[in-house]
């Protein structure tokens, strides 16, 4: 499959920040196929690049005292021009600054953001590292999903901060769901989840990943000490199953 065509707003890079990096590196090693390249630590802090093929795919990073209390999740990047603009574009509508724009030396620059429903979302200005180089292939990221508690801002404030042309694919009581672009061309969705969310879980973004074969996923994932928050089931999309890693990070597959 070509290299995913990096365009301003749309998903770019996915990491993960995990409580425990060696066990992270050996369960999404063996599930997906991941090789790994650790970075420089005085420069890059450790922070860990899984290839798929020698390609890259995602990031991992171990989590360090200050952020002892957060869960360990994935996290999506949208890709910006200008991550100083997107920062000020973000407060003036409605979202706050997580962590200000910062360089990474030679690769380019990263922020995270809380959108206006309170999800936090990462962003990208691109140097010699453009984002991932491969995805929608088994163990690489196929889709990026906004589970919002709060729809009409939330898709406001991608719009109005990121540029995003989007499309309604659903507007019924039971789902409302907008994608940022349309049909097969499609690179993320937005859903309303106000109805799903436990009072106690804010707005968040999920990533799933392409697998050739979920119920075998989800049989060697649980092996390799996973937790099974949805069963795998048919969708109109393909075979779906929501995981947690063995430190507690959600993640979606899909067939």
Not at 196 to 220: C, G, I, N, R, T
Request: aromatic share 10%.
């Amino acid at each position: 499959m070509p290299a995913p065509e990096s365009t301003p707003g749309a998903p770019c890079w996915i990491d993960l920040m995990t409580s425990d990096i060696a066990q992270a590196r050996q369960f999404y090693g063996e599930l997906f196929g991941w090789e790994y390249e650790t970075g420089d630590e005085e420069k890059y802090g450790g922070y860990t690049t899984a290839r798929k093929n020698g390609k890259m795919v995602a990031g991992l990073m171990q989590k360090d005292e200050s952020q002892a209390g957060m869960p360990d999740m994935w996290s999506t990047y949208l890709r910006s021009d200008d991550a100083e603009a997107t920062a000020e574009a973000v407060t003036a509508n409605g979202g706050q600054v997580y962590m200000p724009p910062m360089d990474v030396p030679e690769q380019g620059h990263m922020a995270i953001f809380g959108d206006a429903s309170g999800a936090a979302v990462g962003v990208w200005q691109p140097r010699e590292m453009r984002g991932y180089e491969v995805v929608a292939e088994p163990g690489t990221a196929a889709w990026h999903e906004l589970m919002t508690k709060d729809y009409d801002a939330a898709v406001k404030f991608y719009q109005q901060v990121f540029g995003w042309e989007t499309e309604v694919m659903s507007d019924t009581p039971e789902f409302r769901y907008t994608t940022l672009g349309s049909g097969d061309s499609a690179k993320a969705g937005i859903m309303d989840a106000s109805g799903m969310l436990p009072a106690e879980v804010p707005s968040y973004w999920q990533v799933y990943f392409h697998v050739a074969d979920a119920d075998a996923s989800v049989e060697k994932a649980v092996g390799l000490g996973a937790t099974v928050h949805h069963a795998a089931e048919d969708s109109p999309f393909g075979r779906m199953a929501t995981l947690a890693d063995p430190t507690g990070a959600v993640f979606k597959i899909i067939a």
